[in-house]
DNA sequence: AAGCGTTTGTGAAGGCACGCACAAAGTCGT
DNA sequence: ACGACTTTGTGCGTGCCTTCACAAACGCTT
């Protein structure tokens, strides 16, 4: 599982910082000093986005509620799976009747930080680039692309879906004036970690990888890695060893 | 790691038998030369196209022999980690030496099925699947592709990388008539589980799905998926966690 | 040949996640 | 109002994965 790789500051399991004063949690009467000790795990957290694509099907659908089985079933988990989910989130739910799919929705997307739009830069307009610029998939669920660069003379000036592809220079300045902003780098493997490096020093914090290369960052910064080239591979070993179970060798 | 969903048959967890427990002296051989008697986790292969890909750059930069410690290094995990993985193909490591390149990179290609050259089709010439008939890294890595389809009249017959885009219904004789092949979905969500019926029925066991659904399938067809928007919602889930620890809210 | 430094392979321990099963809590029918 | 039914929330056992730590194995030097 965690076969994304994450290089997420590691939360301590036991300590938790006391009382700091203003906590802008709900509207839980926490009687005791600390609001909220819960900590999501990764696990969890990599499956709510899940949940919140199954949830917008079913209000889609016209449901007012859902039961952690339907819901369950609609995001392709288990049940209680689901339920110990949405536990580290809160108890949003009604014994007796579930889930109000509103609800769960904006608090979802409230935990997974969708309410404020999130800016989005892609660099490298390559083949892979481009369409992930004409994806429509990423402003409909809270983020919006602000730029788009490459150094690439030929492919600068050119208009995708609506915005210029801009020089790699401009990168800096875009990154710094806007303030927080997620990076998807889709430039080759051999210039990746250079691009890296000038994206983490003008701010950046957050990088969903698409180069098939490790890249190296400070602590504070996530990265995610999507590689098409290892998941091919990974289906492959399955493959090969369907094979060989049906030509009758040991598995 | 899930985390990336594999519904893949689930291996027997009882015996398993990584590498030796019979150092001591060659009695009686339990049973006769088995090829591979080790179950690999999964854990492990989801590391072994990054090890893959971390042999091939120390090939190319002219290492003959690397240690446990280096291309742990290159790959991005801990030695101790890659060591335990590298134990489940067997022992190919020189003590007080290292692992020589070349052999390992063979031997984990073995592992992966890389010797016999996939076939790919891709189902879905929109945006993305455009850019990914156009990927050179496919090619490079055992992968070739031998059929793009799509169900839009406007799209049939165009050439994208020196292949025909084709109509969807040739999509069946083409994966009955060439053994075994991966299918890659880079359809709308609205169709992507008919589509995947399609390719069920006509042979499909392999199956990378780029599609923001949860598609069903039969137990012996193993699914991928690759979901960007997902994958942007759990970076901005961490860059929220960060803000609010930044601003003084308790973790 | 023997000792020394290096590195692998692996037993063992700890942590994390998953799933079961059930009490608590709510709704609905009568 | 009350009992029966439904569904959530979660304590707990189990198994997988990771990490530590070290003995065995190998090359190199003397």
Chains 1, 2 share one sequence.
Not at 34 to 61: H, K, N
Not at 131 to 149: D, H, I, K, Q, T
Not at 219 to 240: G, P, T, Y
Request: net charge negative; proline share 5%.
């Amino acid at each position: 599982m965690d076969d994304d790789v994450v290089r997420s500051a590691r939360l301590r399991p036991g300590r938790n910082r006391p009382g700091a004063g203003d906590d802008l949690a709900d509207l839980g009467p926490c009687e005791s000093a600390v609001p909220m000790p819960v900590e999501v795990p990764e696990a969890t957290v990599s499956r709510l986005p899940q949940y919140l694509r199954a949830l917008s099907a079913l209000a889609e659908a016209g449901l007012r509620t859902v039961s952690s089985e339907a819901l369950a079933e609609a995001a392709g988990v288990g049940s209680a799976k689901l339920r110990k989910d949405l536990s580290y989130l809160g108890s949003y739910g009604t014994r007796g009747v579930g889930y109000e799919v509103g609800e769960l929705h904006q608090h979802i997307a409230d935990r997974l930080g969708l309410t404020s739009s999130w800016r989005v830069v892609i660099v490298g307009i390559g083949n892979l680039g481009h369409a992930l610029a004409g994806y429509g998939g990423f402003a409909s669920r809270g983020f919006s692309v602000v730029g788009l660069f490459d150094v690439d003379p030929t492919v600068v000036g050119e208009v995708v879906s609506g915005l210029r592809v801009r020089p790699l220079d401009d990168l800096e300045a875009t990154v710094r004036e806007g303030g927080a902003t997620i990076a998807v780098l889709t430039v080759p493997a051999g210039v990746a970690q250079g691009v890296c490096d000038r994206l983490v020093a003008a701010g950046v914090t957050s990088v969903l990888n698409f180069a098939p290369t490790v890249i190296r960052v400070p602590d504070h910064v996530d990265v995610r890695k999507v590689d098409l080239a290892s998941e091919l591979q990974i289906l492959a070993f399955h493959a090969q060893r369907k094979a060989h179970v049906r030509v009758g060798e040991v598995v």
